[in-house]
């Protein structure tokens, strides 16, 4: 489908207002930073093992699986995104327009280094792209890309990139209630 009939699926004053939100929010650039709660500790990486069934020795010896960038800066059970948050922010716009279903779609990791026990991190987020409307097998939307980038401060006031994501989800209409539309 051409982009003029791929913009036919939604109304075109919605994607003027969902386009115009995104590059409003990519203008933030590097937002919502983040530092770790806890500093990278063995414990943790401990059960991070566990959990994913692995017994690589190196990482019971002060490394952490590259693969645990993310978890030093989830939010935790309670933790809330703050209103500066671009992916959040992106994904309030399309609620707002109508877009209320969310699917995860990919997730590309990139390593500089392995991170060490006592580091602590910090993560940045930025809303990469916005793409659509796309009609999918679950309905239409916009694929919402955000770019995270972990970083290790030293004391010499240096901040050493760690890690990058590119996480992106596919914010849509569901089928069901387009059908009844």
């Known amino acids: 489908m051409s982009a ?7 109304d075109p004053a919605v994607h003027e207002q969902v386009m115009s939100e995104a590059e ?4 933030w650039g590097e937002a919502a930073e983040r530092t770790a709660r806890d500093e990278v500790n063995q414990p943790t990486i401990n059960n991070w093992l566990e959990a994913m069934g692995l017994d690589n020795p190196r990482f019971q010896q002060g490394e952490a699986p590259p693969s645990m960038a993310q978890v030093w800066t989830m939010y935790g059970l309670g933790g809330k995104p703050s209103e500066d948050d671009p992916l959040h922010a992106m994904m309030r716009a399309l609620t707002e327009a109508g877009f209320t279903a969310v699917l995860g779609t990919n997730c590309e990791q990139s390593y500089d280094r392995y991170l060490r026990v006592g580091e602590r991190v910090r993560v940045t987020t930025a809303l990469d792209s916005v793409a659509g409307p796309k009609a999918t097998g679950m309905g239409v939307g916009y694929f919402v890309t955000s770019r995270n980038t972990w970083y290790v401060d030293h004391p010499d006031g240096r901040a050493e990139r760690v890690a990058t994501m590119l996480f992106r989800v596919l914010k849509f209409v569901p089928r069901a209630k387009q059908a009844q539309a």
């Open 24 to 27: 409003r929010i990519k203008a």
């Open 4 to 10: 003029a009939g791929q913009q036919e699926l939604v």
